[in-house]
């Protein structure tokens, strides 16, 4: 098991342009979570996957962002027409089914830069 | 509101001073309280989840304990390499998973 992976590690883009970030998550984990965090700031929600089902949306994902996971393996992340304000990092993380078991396992990261 | 917060914002040690980190939480109906390592330009590595007041969790120099209302990441003996930032996070059921905004440790050799 080589844990949650996410691709890229690092995007730079130009104000305007799309972005899509892809995230593996650990095999057996069917609960999927994409986060966003900014300097000196904890994880802040932005949605959630139980299989290929999206169940839950922040109201920080604006109409720009959308995520989808088809056959509820990996997820990607798309964010249309980029503004600065989306600098960040956005984090996917997985758990397990369990009913006691809530930990979430993160990746490494993909970090945004949008000039 | 739900809510969890982390303090101080950051801790400088030096090598063998031990101390603690204080999350207080404000939520409904806790389920979980997890805390977190992060080392800059990765993703939080889970340490401990904490289910009920009076649990405590140990692992290596780091313990973790938890009352109604506050839980605590007691430092001892620290080294150099134990410098992060540690998250508290709170959850309530489900998917809703409510992190604070971290404590930066700095430990001195």
């Known amino acids: 098991d080589t844990g949650v992976s996410q691709d890229p590690r690092h995007k730079i883009t130009k104000r305007g342009q799309n972005v899509t970030f892809r995230c593996d998550p650990i095999?057996?984990?069917?609960?999927l979570y994409w986060y966003r965090q900014t300097l000196g700031q904890g994880p802040e929600f932005l949605t959630y996957?139980?299989?290929?089902?999206?169940?839950?949306k922040s109201r920080l994902l604006s109409d720009r962002f959308s995520a989808e996971r088809p056959k509820g393996s990996f997820s990607t992340l798309e964010i249309q027409r980029t503004e600065q304000g989306d600098s960040a990092m956005y984090l996917c993380a997985s758990s397990t089914p369990g009913q006691q078991t809530y930990e979430q396992y993160f990746g490494p990261g993909t970090r945004l830069t949008v000039t | 509101e739900d809510q969890v917060t982390q303090s101080p914002e950051a801790l400088r040690l030096q090598e063998g001073e031990s101390s603690s980190l204080n999350c207080s939480y404000t939520?409904?109906?806790?389920?979980?309280l997890f805390w977190y390592r992060q080392d800059p330009g990765k993703g939080p590595e889970f340490l401990f989840t904490l289910y009920s007041a009076g649990e405590e969790k140990e692992k290596e120099r780091l313990k973790a304990t938890l009352t109604k209302k506050e839980s605590f990441l007691h430092i001892t003996a620290p080294k150099p390499e134990d410098s992060a930032t540690y998250l508290c996070?709170?959850?309530?059921?489900?998917?809703?998973?409510?992190f604070g905004a971290g404590t930066r440790l700095f430990v001195k050799a």
């Open positions: 095999s057996e984990h069917n609960r």
């Open positions: 996957f139980q299989n290929e089902a999206q169940l839950e």
């Open positions: 996070a709170a959850n309530t059921g489900g998917f809703k998973t409510i």
């Open positions: 939520v409904s109906g806790l389920r979980g």
